[in-house]
């Protein structure tokens, strides 16, 4: 967004010969007018002193608040949608939405853009420059916009409120994201299955874990794959024993963020309770409490692809999927014999074990099973 003070910027006047006495000491910028050069400053500061007293955003310059105040009148609507624009010509490049015009292409990787501004912030994926600072830590970013928004990290300038609950955020599209509690909206829907979920990344989460058989995160210590960076650095863990959550009450680690949540809620009635309205049962997770719910309401929104069968979880269904697969995961190391599931493994083992006289390793292998979460310890071979 051009602002008045970035209009009297003697970089775009080179040829006028008005006197800029004013000077910017952060980028060297001159300006005709004292009060252009503050609004120039705060730029470079994130300190927005402007606000919008119809819905409280605020602006490091006056400029910018005037033409922002446009989005809330009918000066430039657009006719196929009815937003409001700031200017005529972000009208006329919105339009281009609608026609599906995107005449701006990226010499590098060949990305099209309906914007010349949207192409030149995506030139900076390929050169990573960020030419935007922050003035406290040092961190920079590609856009101004980002700055702006860093910024509240430092202040604590939660601008945007929830007008049911009265909680506050410091980014727009976090509070989108929080209304959705409230209004029940799930506008992201499965292609693939019923499921449906209040924000993009939820969707893509979803296809990857439930649909995707992509696994492109190994063990470096046993080979095992991965859909998600998360599930191997859990893993891991299993091999080298860490247990990077530590109580703030007690002495006690853990190796995932659920075993200290479950922790803190039993032991030091520290956190919230998940209830259900119907049985009263508790979760630790808001996510569990969901999926004990489709089972009163009879819910299964996962839908096997080999055959007509329904279930309420995820887990239930790549479960389910096996008896259409003749892969077994599992092997004994004792005898050779293949397992489909982890279920089975204990009971094979000790059955296993029982018979051919390894009953002194039963219950050292069952721990190492149940660390786990995919192999089956080869002992004997």
């Not at 060949?110 to 010349?116: E, L």
């Not at 397992?339 to 039963?362: P, Y």
Request: a positive charge.
């Amino acid at each position: 967004m051009q602002t008045e003070a970035d209009s009297n910027d003697i970089t775009e006047h080179p040829h006028d010969d008005k006197s800029r006495p004013y000077v910017c000491t952060v980028c060297d910028k001159r300006f005709t007018r004292k009060a252009w050069l503050t609004d120039h400053r705060n730029r470079h500061t994130g300190e927005n002193v402007y606000s919008c007293s119809q819905c409280e955003k605020h602006f490091s310059s006056r400029s910018s608040l005037y033409t922002h105040i446009n989005t809330h009148t009918d000066k430039y609507k657009c006719i196929e949608c009815g937003k409001c624009c700031e200017r005529d010509k972000h009208l006329a490049i919105h339009r281009q939405c609608h026609s599906g015009e995107k005449p701006f292409e990226c010499t590098v990787c060949s990305k099209r853009f309906s914007q010349s501004g949207n192409l030149n912030k995506h030139m900076r994926v390929h050169t990573g420059e960020k030419p935007y600072k922050c003035h406290v830590c040092d961190k920079a970013f590609s856009e101004s916009g980002s700055l702006n928004t860093h910024m509240r990290v430092h202040t604590g300038e939660k601008p945007y409120k929830c007008h049911v609950c009265d909680k506050a955020y410091n980014r727009s599209g976090t509070l989108n994201d929080h209304m959705r509690l409230h209004t029940g909206d799930r506008p992201f829907n499965c292609s693939l299955c019923n499921d449906s979920f209040r924000h993009h990344r939820g969707l893509w989460g979803h296809k990857r874990n439930v649909h995707s058989n992509l696994k492109p995160y190994h063990c470096p210590y046993c080979g095992k794959l991965f859909k998600t960076n998360s599930k191997l650095k859990h893993h891991v863990c299993v091999h080298t024993g860490a247990k990077p959550y530590s109580c703030r009450h007690c002495s006690e680690r853990f190796t995932t963020h659920y075993q200290i949540k479950t922790h803190l809620l039993k032991s030091h009635n520290e956190g919230t309770w998940s209830t259900c309205n119907i049985c009263q049962k508790k979760f630790t997770l808001r996510g569990i409490l969901k999926t004990h719910l489709r089972r009163h309401e009879g819910v299964k929104p996962y839908v096997c692809s080999e055959c007509p069968k329904c279930f309420c979880t995820a887990f239930a269904l790549k479960d389910h999927q096996l008896t259409h697969s003749d892969y077994k995961q599992f092997c004994c190391g004792l005898c050779g014999k293949n397992v489909k599931r982890k279920a089975s493994v204990k009971r094979h083992f000790k059955r296993c074990s029982d018979k051919l006289g390894f009953k002194s390793v039963f219950d050292t292998v069952t721990k190492e099973i149940n660390k786990t979460s995919g192999h089956l310890p080869t002992v004997g071979c």
